[in-house]
């Protein structure tokens, strides 16, 4: 039986789970009127900071790129306008996440953080609509 966090491709799993997206779910689900859990700011804010996490991983010794792929990151989202949090811990796992995801390079931004935010992005929309349709059909408002 497969893992649920990862997609077999090849010969090697492909990860679908990153703990950031631990925090990404905090703000979708219990913030998600927040500008932080807007589709952009969760999308754009894990690929372009696991853009600057590989960027920094590849091409900076181990110790500088743990030590400036989180400010990097961060002024990229500021400056596109995609500040997300958790985005910051996508840039750090770039770099600390281990051989499997260093095996990746930038596909990493691609697959798993931009797929596996759309995924959850899709689950919380669809989580949305379930509960906003139950409300709309069992739930009575009275008005005086």
């Known amino acids: 039986m497969a893992a649920l966090d990862r997609l077999a491709v090849g010969d090697y799993g492909v990860p679908m789970l990153i703990g950031s997206f631990g925090a990404s779910a905090v ?11 807007r589709p952009r700011n969760l999308l754009g804010g ?3 900071s696991a853009l600057v996490g590989v960027a920094c991983a590849q091409w900076l010794p181990p110790f500088w790129a743990v030590c400036l792929c989180v400010p990097t990151a961060i002024a990229v989202m500021l400056l596109s ?23 990746l390079g930038f596909w990493y931004a691609v697959v798993p953080c931009l797929a596996g935010a759309a995924l959850m992005l ?6 949305t609509a379930a509960a906003y349709q139950c409300a709309r ?6 008005v005086k």
């Open 122 to 127: 899709a689950v919380a929309w669809s989580m």
């Open 81 to 103: 306008g995609t500040v997300h949090p958790p985005g910051g811990a996508t840039a750090l796992i770039a770099v600390t996440g281990g051989e499997q995801i260093r095996q």
């Open 137 to 142: 059909l069992y739930v009575r408002v009275r």
């Open 46 to 48: 894990h690929f372009f």
């Open 27 to 37: 703000l979708l689900f219990a913030a998600p009127d927040s500008p932080l859990s």
